[in-house]
């Protein structure tokens, strides 16, 4: 599989090992049309976990990756895995020394034409994902633009992940970043809990990530994929 086995996902459902789904909730997310299943979490993700969560989503075709967050939890078999890095934190661990330490332990053993280095941009100061990395997530929108531009021009990085996990993000922003990338692949995840705010999303990013209303009402969840297919072809219409 080469590197941009992610370039044509418009919707992605995450879903994360330290939380419950039970069989048909996630035979309806599996089935659901999407792109793909992202398998992550910032916190409790464990190798047998992740072990448990991939082996039932490969009961169906639907693509899946995983995005690590511990280096302990290389879990062989997916489609492809995501390497975060936190552009926004001052803790260099999060954003480059933890992953200088798994390369030098297990840098010969990687399957790197599967993996994907990701920059995220956390913009919820209140997500346990800032909390934990650090971040400095209260940006303007011209400091957000540039760190977007340090990922993409000066780094080349191939994914920048827009992260207002747990909350709906400013769509103006994400716009402002979106037209100022050059290269990298736009992901956008945060408070997607409706069609209409799937939509808003896909206007400007590739991919939209809908995590936490899959445990909170599925029927929510999955509407969310035609409202991003729909979006898109009325995008396609209007150019
Ligand atoms: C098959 C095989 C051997 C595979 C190899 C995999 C492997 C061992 C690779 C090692 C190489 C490497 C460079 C690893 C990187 C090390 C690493 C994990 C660094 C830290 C990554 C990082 C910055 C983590 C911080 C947290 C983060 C950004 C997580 C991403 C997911 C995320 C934000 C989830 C959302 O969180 P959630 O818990 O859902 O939040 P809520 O509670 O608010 O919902
Ligand atoms: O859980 P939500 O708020 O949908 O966010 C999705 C994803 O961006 C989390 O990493
Ligand atoms: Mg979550």
């Known amino acids: 599989m080469l590197p941009s086995f992610y370039s044509g996902w418009k919707h992605v459902f995450k879903l994360d090992p ?3 789904i039970d069989d048909e909730a996630l ?3 599996c089935t659901s ?28 075709e639907v693509p899946c990756a995983f995005e690590l967050s511990d280096a302990s939890c290389g879990v ?19 954003l480059i020394g933890r992953h200088v330490e798994a390369l030098r332990d ?4 990687l399957p790197w034409d599967s993996i994907v280095g990701e920059a995220y941009l956390v913009l919820n100061p209140d997500s346990a994902v800032a909390r934990l990395t650090g971040a400095e997530a209260n940006l303007s929108e011209s400091e ?6 340090v990922a993409d021009r000066l780094w080349n990085v191939p994914v920048l992940y827009v992260e207002y996990s747990g909350t709906f993000g400013d769509m103006g922003l994400l716009k402002g970043i979106k037209s100022n990338l050059k290269r990298a692949h736009l992901f956008y995840g945060g408070g997607i809990n409706s069609a209409e705010r799937a939509a808003q999303a896909a206007a400007h990013a590739d ?7 899959i445990y909170e009402n599925l029927d929510a969840a999955l ?17």
């Open 76 to 94: 062989p078999g997916f489609d492809g895995y995501f390497i975060p890095s936190v552009l926004n934190t001052k803790r260099s661990e999060w």
């Open 207 to 213: 991919t939209v990530v809908v995590g936490n209303i």
């Open 18 to 20: 330290d939380r419950d």
């Open 144 to 149: 957000a633009i540039a760190y977007s531009q």
């Open 33 to 60: 049309g999407t792109d793909a299943i992202l398998v992550g979490g910032s916190s409790g993700v464990t190798f047998d976990n992740t072990v448990d969560l991939m082996s039932r989503i490969r009961r169906y």
């Open 106 to 109: 297990f840098g010969h053993l």
């Open 223 to 239: 509407a969310t994929v035609s409202a991003v297919n729909h979006s898109i072809k009325e995008q396609e219409h209007v150019f």
């Open 27 to 29: 035979d309806a997310i």
